[in-house]
């Protein structure tokens, strides 16, 4: 019976030291493709132990550099990922998922001209690359001259042309179409804009964010009908949802239909009742409608819940205004002054009021 014992101590013992001998020979591939299980795990400090074995293994391991730089973008060690980038492609030049890595991280850091330089060369690399066509246009968009915007929607339709499922550059294409309103007089730029967003949704159907886009693209070219309508959407994914409400309440409002607008807002007050907007959305309508001590009940609850409320303080002031409430009327203008309303700060210098 010692002797079994001694034999098997024996055998675990070399099969032991075996195994440790195995794992002093894995090659840089092996490493590879464990980091790259444990990445698919989501267990990123893995993936970098791993793939750093792999290149000191191999320094010229190109893939082991990018699937580290990956991991570190997974945890926002935007440095470790331009670092692991570049490794990357002084290991491999003609890396086009590489450049455009590298491209994300300086769009990260605001330096939009070296993003832009590094999806150019991921294009050049891939021209079919649409990811690297998208954080192109995300760079120009940034710029923000009329001139890098008009790049930007270039590179956003391309990278649509090439992927029409990439349904977050339809959203910014629709965004950079809203935005241009304010200088092109096209009257097709919202058109387009809700074209973008429609598209966005083929992709994207339950995403809440873009119907409430498209809704409100709808309701600023007043095609108040299809606005309520996409806005109604957004209850078959979430029957509660308050942004879509109080959109509705907005969309009636602009088409002077106050009573059917006061239902939707006080819908919305009742599922969030703290919320300061609301109350003062409620305050517009019964102003509107000369409800006046309505309207002050509103606007006083509105302050309250967020005291730094410059234009309900503004709309307050007017409301005591129309109520002979003089001194009520200042304080208020003083209020919307100090926390920033143009409009009361003008009031207040014109009637030698001091509000800073």
């Known amino acids: 019976m ?3 014992i001694l034999l098997f101590a024996i ?5 032991g030291m075996n195994l440790f001998a195995q794992g002093e020979q894995l090659s840089a591939e092996d490493y590879f493709e464990q980091a790259e299980l444990f990445f698919n795990q989501n267990n990123y400090e893995k993936t970098i132990e791993l793939t750093k074995k792999a290149v000191a293994k191999d320094k010229k391991y190109a893939e082991a550099h990018y699937l580290m730089a990956l991991a570190y973008q997974k945890k926002n060690f935007y440095n470790k990922v331009e670092e692991a980038c570049q490794q990357a492609i002084d290991a491999k030049s003609d890396y086009p998922e590489a450049h455009c890595l590298l491209g994300d991280v300086y769009l990260w850091q605001s330096k939009f001209d070296k993003a832009i330089e590094s999806y150019k060369k991921a294009i050049r690399q891939n021209p079919e690359y649409a990811e690297a066509y998208y954080g192109q246009g995300l ?4 710029k923000k001259d009329q001139i890098s915007e008009s790049k930007a929607l270039e590179a956003l339709t391309k990278a649509l042309d090439l992927n029409p499922d990439l349904w977050k550059a339809a959203v910014e ?7 241009r309103v304010s200088y ?3 009257a097709n730029v919202y ?3 809700a074209e973008a967003y429609e598209q966005a949704l083929a992709s994207n159907p339950s995403n809440i964010e873009i119907y409430l886009l498209l809704g409100d693209t709808y309701r600023r070219q007043k095609e108040f009908d299809r606005a309520i309508s996409t806005f109604n959407r957004i209850f078959t994914y979430d029957s509660v949802n308050v942004a879509a409400l109080l959109n509705i309440g907005i969309t009636y409002k602009d088409n002077n239909n106050l009573s059917k607008a006061l239902e939707y807002y006080e819908a919305a007050l009742k599922l969030q009742p703290d919320n300061a907007e609301t109350y003062a959305n409620i305050a517009y309508i019964y102003n509107r409608q000369s409800n006046y001590d309505k309207a002050i009940e509103y606007y006083e609850k509105a302050t309250y819940l967020k005291y730094n409320y410059a234009d309900a303080w503004y709309s307050l002031a007017a ?12 304080n208020a203008y003083k209020k919307a002054a100090y926390y920033g309303s143009s409009l009361a700060q003008k009031w207040c210098n014109q009637n030698n009021v001091s509000w800073r």
Do not use: E, P, W
Request: proline share 0%; glycine share 8%.
């Open 11 to 15: 055998i675990i013992l070399g099969s």
């Open 184 to 186: 092109d007089r096209a």
């Open 319 to 330: 409301v005591y205004s129309m109520k002979g409430l003089t001194a009520k009327k200042i």
């Open 139 to 142: 760079a120009f968009a940034a």
């Open 191 to 193: 058109d387009k804009a």
């Open 2 to 4: 010692r002797k079994f």
């Open 173 to 179: 294409l629709g965004n950079l179409y809203r935005k």
